[in-house]
């Protein structure tokens, strides 16, 4: 089965906006588990601009399915944070400070011994730990090298180019998955998927494990309502 981690960082940019505590993160986090979410994921940033600090701790003491943090190991608190909060997963991707959003994926050949170093810490603690990667045979090859339990596909491209062509937009990420299953790597994804390609997505990646969706759910749930929504995302992974 494949798991629905609802991205709530958009909750806390709305919240933000007023400098107030409305909507509540703890409570929209609540009902995402209450209305059928398979876990929650924030991505905090140095500059604190949606998910905060003190956010990380907020939640970890309310969450009870999968609590996945994701974000820039080498920037900010992120490790602090990570480590005194034990989540079942964190995501680790290669943002540059600035960055509105997630837009590639870890070079994991360059950047082999420094990701070795990283993931070593958090399994000593007993977090389980993905890394974000494009769909690149070579770069999931590297993956498996740095000791990684799972990658996260970026699906950014596939999202893009769906419409135009779901074959050939869905091709390298078959490619990608197939080799994270023959390594023996947990398979996760996420970025810009949404009800009109999530369903073709699932149905044609191998042992994909978990996605993690944020910036459309939270969109269509303002026409759709937060309960609908979730349970028709859900529907999309049946």
């Given amino acids: 089965m494949t798991k629905l981690s609802v991205n709530i960082n958009k909750i806390a940019t709305l919240r933000n906006s007023r400098g107030g505590d409305v909507p509540n993160l703890v409570k929209v986090a609540k009902d995402c588990e209450r ?3 398979q876990g929650i994921t924030i991505h905090p940033r140095p500059d604190e601009r949606h998910i905060r600090y003190a956010d990380v701790y907020d939640l970890k003491k309310i969450v009870t399915t999968e609590y996945n943090i994701e974000g820039n190991p080498t920037e900010g608190r992120f490790m602090e944070v990570v480590l005194d909060t ?3 997963q964190v ?4 943002d540059k400070l600035g960055a509105i959003t997630s837009n590639a994926g ?3 050949i360059k950047n082999k011994d420094l990701l070795k170093d990283l993931i070593s810490t958090f399994k000593q603690e007993g977090i389980r730990v993905s890394i974000f990667v494009d769909p690149d045979v070579k770069m999931v090859e590297g993956a498996a090298e740095t000791g990684t339990d799972r990658i996260e596909l970026y699906t950014e491209a596939y999202a893009t180019d769906y419409s135009q062509n779901k074959k050939k937009a869905i091709a390298p990420f078959v490619k990608a998955a197939e080799k994270a299953n023959e390594l023996g790597l947990g398979l996760n994804a996420g970025h810009d998927l949404n009800l009109d390609n999530l369903a073709y997505f699932h149905q044609n990646i191998p042992g994909l494990l978990e996605v993690s969706i944020g910036h459309a759910l939270i969109s269509d749930a303002l026409y759709l309502g937060l ?3 979730i349970q028709m995302y859900l529907r999309q992974l049946q």
């Fill in 91 to 94: 995501t680790l991707v290669p």
């Fill in 106 to 108: 870890w070079d994991t």
């Fill in 35 to 37: 209305f059928g979410a």
């Fill in 86 to 88: 034990n989540p079942t």
């Fill in 227 to 229: 309960e609908n929504t």
